[in-house]
């Protein structure tokens, strides 16, 4: 039974209630238990894990039961949207948890297998049926679960990562429009790459193609998203990465593309914007895509120094007319304070600045109106004249 305050955030659509927000409630974690208000109306049944601070996930607000066929109905209607996508790629998100109307669970598709984060008691409980369920609609070759989220640990949830079903090899090649790379689906971040930037990585490379010559700077590179579309339309591309293990990904991924043109450096991103701007280094685009300065509110001003860090010496790298492309995967960090951040960061470079577009994640990582944290990811692609 929710507080009056937890059934008018049920009822708005948001599916997470907080311990604070329930009156009464009994049951082990990993239990589905029917949600009522104070009143005893249905709200909804819920995923409850007593030991998260999250402790109900409202899976439906229909008066169903969720068992073997509601897994199924709710990944069939997944697949059904991604099919709609007409996505050009050998990898993409099938299952975007609350997103996709199945709390806790991720499942990313790379080529023929399939790797897994799980983030709730329920369906850890649960993972048999999605296993089976994905492997009689989709024919994999393996299912990896990867259980080393940092979310694992507020569930009470073991760290683990093992095979599911099948033989799941530390990495896969699969391609992203006309470029090709290997995830690293046991040892990558995430679950092996950013898919959630597939279009910006298309994007991107379609403004670096507009330069003669292009110069590019990929701070942040990871494995090389950005770089090696980018490397593909440009003279020359430094992709700059703090891990060695990425890096020297990144450098395998642009053998595998014939790609001889990019060059790699190990080194934190901060002190190569400060030297190669105090150098007067010049670039016809900059990407910027950090990791999420800002995991939680408190963190904000600190992030916020660091965002308007980079971006302002990102500004002043750029030859006149070049691109920024500059992203933000923190939840925290609004869209408004991102924008808040580069009008001061324009500012203080003395760079007039035009916005060219406003971009977020990849269309197979969707945006649910009534839960603000399924929008995360923003990508300006901004001109500095
Ligand atoms: C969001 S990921 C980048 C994803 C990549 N752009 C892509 O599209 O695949 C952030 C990257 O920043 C790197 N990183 C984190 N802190 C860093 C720092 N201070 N300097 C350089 N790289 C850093 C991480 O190793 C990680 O590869």
Redesign the pocket.
């Known amino acids: 039974m929710l507080t009056n305050r937890g059934a008018a955030r049920a009822r708005s659509g948001h599916p997470w209630i907080y311990r604070s927000d329930i009156a009464d409630a009994a049951g082990d974690a990993g239990d589905i238990v029917r949600v009522t208000d104070r009143g005893g109306r249905f709200l909804g049944h819920a995923f409850y894990n007593p030991k998260s601070e999250i402790t109900l996930r409202i899976a439906t607000r229909e008066d169903e039961e969720i068992d073997e066929a509601w897994f199924r109905n709710r990944i069939e209607r997944a697949r059904a949207y991604r099919e709609s996508l007409h996505i050009d790629a050998g990898a993409y998100r099938l299952l975007h948890s609350e997103a996709d109307g199945i709390p806790g669970l991720v499942a990313d598709r790379y080529g023929d297998y399939f790797v897994l984060q799980v983030g709730s008691a329920s369906v850890e409980r649960r993972l048999s049926c999605v296993v089976s369920t994905l492997e009689d609609l989709f024919s994999p070759t393996g299912i990896l679960l990867r259980g080393d989220l940092a979310a694992r640990k507020r569930e009470g949830l073991a760290t683990k990562v093992e095979a599911l079903s099948g033989e799941v090899p530390d990495s896969v090649v699969v391609h992203e429009g006309p470029v090709r790379y290997r995830a690293e689906l046991r040892g990558g971040?995430k679950t092996g790459?950013?898919l959630d930037?597939r279009e910006?990585?298309l994007a991107a490379a379609r403004y670096v193609e507009r330069y003669s010559g292009a110069r590019v700077l990929?701070?942040?590179?990871?494995?090389?998203?950005?770089a090696l579309h980018a490397a593909r339309v440009a003279e020359t591309v430094e992709a700059?990465?703090?891990?060695g293990l990425?890096l020297r990904a990144a450098r395998e991924n642009a053998e595998l593309n014939g790609l001889s043109n990019i060059a790699f450096t190990r080194?934190?991103?901060?002190d190569?914007l400060r030297e190669r701007s105090d150098a007067g280094g010049r670039y016809d685009a900059v990407?910027l895509?950090?990791?999420a300065f800002a995991k939680a509110k408190r963190e904000l001003s600190g992030a916020r120094r660091a965002y308007k860090e980079i971006n302002l010496r990102a500004m002043k790298l750029l030859a006149p007319g070049g691109a920024l492309v500059t992203?933000s995967?923190s939840y925290h960090f609004s869209r408004e304070l991102m924008e808040d951040t580069l009008r001061s960061a324009a500012a203080d470079a003395g760079r007039t600045v035009r916005v060219r577009e406003w971009r977020g994640q990849a269309l197979d990582h969707p945006e649910i109106l009534t839960i603000p944290e399924t929008r995360y990811l923003k990508c300006a692609v901004l001109e500095c004249t």
Request: glycine content about 10%; charged content about 10%; proline content about 6%.
């Open positions: 971040q790459g950013f930037q910006n990585h990929d701070v942040f590179s990871y494995t090389g998203g950005f700059v990465d703090a891990s990425a080194a934190n991103a901060f190569v990407i895509d950090p990791p992203c995967c």
